[in-house]
């Protein structure tokens, strides 16, 4: 599958940017321009979101195919890769498999281990929306409060709610896929070694990578190294991103 992106700057190395679970290309817009004064940069929409295809199959081989198609529909044969929570997954499956197009690799705030699904009460208040019966995006984010109280986080969802030439409201991303398949978003990475250099970075409010995660983390990815953002979550480079903004630039030179 050729994925939807966003291309920012037209010299340099390719960085090639893999969104979260519910992101798209257009969350990165702010770092993207930043970084492309050194870097092509190519913010992709995987599948079943943004405004990438959908499809019902929904796994990370998929997901690590459609990033090889999309490379070389673009004619990258090498390039530096960065992936976020999924996004992340998804290059280390691509590092496994095709090494050789990768130069670095920064994997932020995931690891390749396997992790329960944890989901459950923001599908449920996605599907709660039903979008097709929305009169306002007012109403959307009612809907959506009952089961996701934080604000940041409906927020972020509701980024992927948009008007239908219809004149109507349709989500983005292709949520009968995901709900029915999100244990394969929690798969872990094959027991295979990735000598590809890549820097592993946390935030240090995050759980998705622990202390004791490392030594196994080291095993798969023997040319890794790690790094903490100190007061950062999940969402790292939204949180800081000057201090994830500093990082990318120092791995990827």
Known sequence: MKLFYRQYGE????LVILHGLFGQSDNW???AR???EQYRVFVLDQRNHGQSPHAEIFDYPSMAEDLRETLDSLGLEKIYLLGHSMGGKTAMFFALKYPERIEKMLVADIGPRYYRPHHTDIIAGLQSVKPETLSSRAEAEQRLSTLVPEASTRQF???????TEEGGFAFRFHLSAIASQIEHIGKAVPPETSTVETLFVRGENSRYILPEDWPAIQAQFPNAT???????GHWLHAEKPSEFSA???????
Do not use: D, H, Q
């Open 34 to 36: 930043a970084w492309s």
């Open 29 to 31: 817009t702010s770092l």
């Open 157 to 163: 969802l509701l980024k992927n709610l948009y008007r």
């Open 226 to 232: 790690l790094e903490t953002i100190a007061g950062a």
């Open 247 to 253: 990082i990318v630039l120092n791995c990827f030179r």
């Open 11 to 14: 010299r340099g190395m390719p």
